[in-house]
């Protein structure tokens, strides 16, 4: 199963090679660019603070309500989570109507309505708009908060809490706040198991008090509705809104690194590296700089065809995207960010590239062509987005809580083709600071740190420092631990065979039945395997009911068939497929090296050569399998292929992995097993 694993990962490959085929490269010939107006909204302030906008258009039959709680950021601290778990709770029934009962009417209504701490939407047909906005208003002023749903929440938090401590992505999100902003600071600060364990349900009814407040809240009511009854709905159900003012702290002061950095988090189970270049920046909407802030960022990683997803994607075929992100935050300041995520291989190569780019929009004027083609996909991409109800109302509120001009949206098409090559490098200058730059990298340092460390921008080589995966300094990783006196590579794989059942019953076993299951695009991808112990094999994939590849090995030859085609063995593939078409194909192995210790999940795992080509790793603790490492050649290279091996359980005596996890690419595949049988539901008939 395990060599049959990685023929699957070949073929979703060519699917997913493909279908990026696809010429984006070539833009349609556009018409005349439409002209932005939400309209002058009617506004009126009520006397709890709450200020309302509303705005007529009854083109369609429906109302839409938006609220915001425009509140300052606040660090949660011991209770980090609280506003996760309050926002969570909401929206799930009221004191006066029971969750199922508040679903159901919504469901009847065909409506739309969602809840949280900073606010709310809520959509329907303008027939009902009376019931949908007491409906909102019941949910939002009269939430109710139990026991039986806090648990829930924090349930459901910790599962992800403890998910993500496996997920480079998870700890790579994380970290990059701590750096930027520091952990005392609400933008920098993360949920722990603990301070979710901290909030109780007094916990949650008091912070709701606290910040689910009217005075810095703005509502917007939109669509086929007439202004003065949406102002008779609003008074009739939201005057009971108590004033009250969140609370606001001075917040940690936010600095740039001294100098260019590597932070390196080392995570020993990563099958690529994240990889993200940012530093801080204080610009604001209201701001000169921000139209050409825009486009210059939408230049150097804002699209397909931006300079940075260019170079690593269609030059170098790092990544499958990569790309850079500009937030403008009100209450402090931002991190602009560049960020992929590559192969171990090419991870020193990557970063030096994202460097070059970002120097090039520093540096160079962009080409005419570019500057033009990209203001004109950006501005497609805005009016585009300007037919949504909520992004309607959200510009609305941004012109109200950003101090924006009021006709700042009529005037951002002519604002952003005003922008010249001198303002694009102008802005980089002043916002995409490449000599302070923070290159936060999450990955396995004993496959990328010995090039790391020699890499250089602009003659100056770019130190590394080291930190754990919540973002405080720690020592750089020792891969060359001293090994317990007598470990060799055999005694490695003997206490797997003990640890899991003893050689004596896998000796027994004649052939291993196994199905399997995995979340992959939207779809489920079914899996089934056999071997046995003739040396055959068998895995066959499935998207649904279709059958998308088959792999066959009866012990002498074998083939692949996919898309209708049948491509024989390779006699390269033959022998590979000899050596592990076994049931436990460890136990014909006479050759197996101990190469080492290496950390991994928390803890460390021995590395045990088994061939040229394969590597397999297995926890110090338990002796147990964790992880396989494959060599495979495509396209004249040698790519690592990570298969990862957790949640052992017992089948009649003997310990299976079920839950068998594959990189593919930017994305991994979890293989959660279903059934395993053995010495039975296996014939010679499956190997032809």
Not at 11 to 18: D, E, G, K, M, P
């Amino acid at each position: 199963m395990k060599k049959n694993i990685i023929y699957l990962v070949a073929f979703l490959l060519t699917v997913i090679s493909a279908n990026a085929q696809i010429d984006r490269s070539k833009m349609p010939k556009s018409g005349p660019t439409p002209t932005i107006n939400l309209g002058e909204p009617f506004t009126f302030k009520m006397g709890n603070g709450l200020t309302v906008l509303v705005v007529e258009n009854h083109k369609l039959p429906r109302v839409s309500v938006s609220l915001s709680l425009d509140n300052p950021p606040n660090a949660e601290g011991e209770k980090a989570g609280i506003s996760a778990i309050t926002s969570g709770m909401m929206g799930k029934g009221t004191k006066s109507i029971d969750k199922d009962t508040f679903n159901e009417e919504v469901d009847f209504l065909g409506a739309t309505l969602d809840i949280g701490t900073q606010g709310g939407f809520a959509q329907s047909l303008s027939k009902y708009a009376d019931r949908i906005i007491e409906l909102f208003a019941d949910a939002t002023l009269h939430p109710k908060f139990t026991q039986e749903e806090l648990d829930l929440e924090k349930k459901k938090l910790i599962e992800n809490i403890k998910t993500g401590e496996k997920s480079a992505e998870a700890i790579a999100q994380r970290v990059r706040a701590v750096l930027a902003y520091g952990k005392n600071h609400p933008a920098g600060e993360y949920v722990t198991e603990k301070t979710v364990n901290n909030i109780n349900l007094s916990d949650i009814e008091a912070y709701y008090r606290m910040n689910f407040v009217p005075s810095y809240a703005y509502m917007v009511i939109s669509g086929d509705i007439t202004t003065d009854k949406a102002k008779k709905l609003v008074e009739k159900h939201f005057t009971s809104w108590t004033a009250g003012k969140a609370p606001s702290f001075t917040l940690p002061e936010v600095r740039d690194a001294q100098y260019r950095q590597i932070n390196f988090v080392d995570m020993p189970n990563a099958v690529q590296t994240e990889v993200s270049v940012m530093n801080i920046t204080d610009l604001k909407m209201a701001d000169e700089d921000h139209h050409a802030a825009l486009v210059a960022n939408y230049i150097l990683g804002g699209s397909f065809g931006s300079y940075i997803n260019m170079n690593l994607r269609e030059e170098h075929g790092y990544t499958y995207g990569a790309g850079s992100r500009f937030p403008r935050e009100k209450y402090h300041n931002s991190a602009f960010r560049a960020s992929t995520k590559v192969r171990n291989m090419v991870t020193d190569s990557a970063v030096v590239e994202i460097l070059k780019e970002i120097k090039r929009i520093r540096t160079e004027d962009v080409e005419d062509e570019m500057l033009k083609n990209a203001k004109a996909k950006f501005l497609g991409e805005f009016i585009l987005a300007s037919e949504s109800d909520r992004t309607i109302a959200r510009r609305s509120i941004n012109i109200k809580t950003q101090d924006l001009p009021k006709d700042f949206y009529e005037t951002f098409i002519a604002k952003i083709n005003a922008v010249s090559k001198a303002d694009v490098k102008r802005v980089a200058n002043k916002y995409f600071n490449v000599d302070k730059a923070r290159i936060v990298l999450v990955g396995k340092g004993s496959d990328v740190l010995e090039n790391l460390e020699k890499v250089s921008f602009e003659g100056k080589k770019v130190p590394i420092l080291y930190f754990d995966k919540y973002g405080s300094k720690t020592e750089k990783p020792d891969y060359n631990a001293a090994l317990p006196e007598g470990v060799t590579g055999q005694s490695v794989l003997d206490t797997y065979f003990k640890n899991i059942g003893g050689k004596e019953k896998l000796e027994a076993v004649q052939s291993v039945f196994t199905t399997a299951e995995a979340a992959f695009n939207g779809n489920t991808l079914g899996l089934v395997a056999k071997t046995t112990a003739k040396n055959q094999s068998l895995i066959e994939v499935k998207f649904g009911a279709i059958t998308a590849q088959k792999v066959v090995f009866d012990g002498t030859t074998g083939y692949v068939m996919a898309q209708g085609q049948r491509i024989d063995y390779t006699e390269d593939q033959i022998k590979e497929a000899k050596a592990d078409s076994y049931p436990f194909s460890e136990l014909k192995n006479a050759s197996a090296k101990l190469e080492g210790t290496q950390p991994y999940d928390g803890g460390k795992a021995y590395a045990v050569k088994l061939s040229d080509k394969k590597t397999a790793f297995f926890d110090t603790e338990t002796g147990l399998k964790v992880k396989e490492v494959t060599i495979q050649e495509q396209g004249g290279q040698k790519i690592p292929v990570t298969v990862m091996y957790s949640d052992y359980k017992e089948v009649n005596g003997i310990k299976f992995p079920f839950t068998i996890s594959q990189a593919l690419g930017p994305q991994k595949i979890d293989f959660v097993v279903k059934e395993i049988k053995i010495n039975e539901g296996v014939t010679d008939e499956d190997f032809k």
